[in-house]
């Protein structure tokens, strides 16, 4: 059953009013096929010339590459990433597969495939939270991912935990974020600030 | 009902296998609530310090701006988008609102806001197909976008056609694509090329 969390001012599918970037993450570990299907989500996404620029890099926890993985982060992301199932860094290819020119559209791309991983994760009960607090130059190096890659972001993956097994200082900040207002980001005919 | 056009190696959501880039558009009006459940989707995406960097600006067919947002696209574009409903072109604000410095992610954040509605646009039988294939420089001057915004791409949106409806050369490209297998994009530990 999935919970929406929170409430539109049009209908949409509910998996977009249930997906949130939680921090409960629970120690019980996703299957194989879990963690697969977060890709074979991302997998289906658009993008320019159907390049599919993104590429995932994943660790699990306790592997040999784990510690590593995990001290990529800020100390406010360690701090319930540590928890996670895996980390992923995501890294998008800059240039097309067909004529190696720039793709101007590599990393709005990749979040599009991200944000499908996200919405499959939602429908699972599985945490998929991205973050922008960590060392990319360091990701970069860790992961061996070529300079002709943008790294774009990490994600942290894991079972949503109940909310009583949060530490307080975790807990608190659970609550659902809100969003800007329709008019305040869509506009008819021209921009408007 | 939601037709799955592709099949995928592991389970997922059938809205991702549903969503695909037709230029099949019938010349059947959205409703409002059509069009604003779109951008209600896109409201919902994850982003960086839920900053919502992205910006959409459409001009509705047969609108006094129409003629000016159609001739941004490529000739290969318009053959297509002439018959949507609605052109949007996206844009994605550079900085965070909250302090005003540079974030890495504005990009990617408004990529993931673009396929919550295509998804939603899916679900509901509804176009939503974006374009690389346009005047970037143009479409900023047009539309009044700041210059601390970065133009991401255009979408067309409107009802899906009947495929026995479009011209032969539209109708031969209706093919879905496929994708790369996981093994090729998707890596333990370490970027494998």
């Not at 299907?37 to 890099?57: G, M």
Request: net charge neutral.
């Amino acid at each position: 059953m999935l919970k929406k969390l929170r409430s539109s001012e049009y209908p949409i599918l509910d998996v977009f009013l249930a997906r949130r970037s939680s921090r409960a993450l629970s120690p019980e570990p996703l299957t194989n096929e879990e963690l697969m299907a977060l890709f074979e989500a991302a997998r289906w996404a658009q993008s320019s010339y159907n390049n599919q620029p993104w590429r995932f890099i994943y660790s699990k926890n306790n592997s040999n590459t784990w510690k590593s993985f995990l001290d990529l982060l800020v100390d406010a992301n360690k701090e319930w990433a540590k928890n996670a199932y895996a980390l992923i860094i995501v890294a998008s290819k800059n240039n097309f597969d067909y004529n190696n020119k720039p793709s101007r559209t590599h990393s709005f791309d990749t979040g599009a495939a991200c944000q499908n991983m996200a919405l499959e994760g939602a429908q699972r009960g599985i945490v998929v939270h991205g973050m922008e607090g960590f060392d990319y130059e360091r990701a970069r190096s860790l992961a061996h991912i070529p300079s002709d890659y943008t790294i774009e972001a990490m994600f942290a993956v894991g079972k949503l935990a109940d909310l009583d097994e949060l530490p307080e200082s975790l807990r608190v900040r659970e609550k659902p974020s809100d969003r800007k207002k329709l008019d305040e980001f869509v506009f008819e005919n021209q921009f408007k600030n």
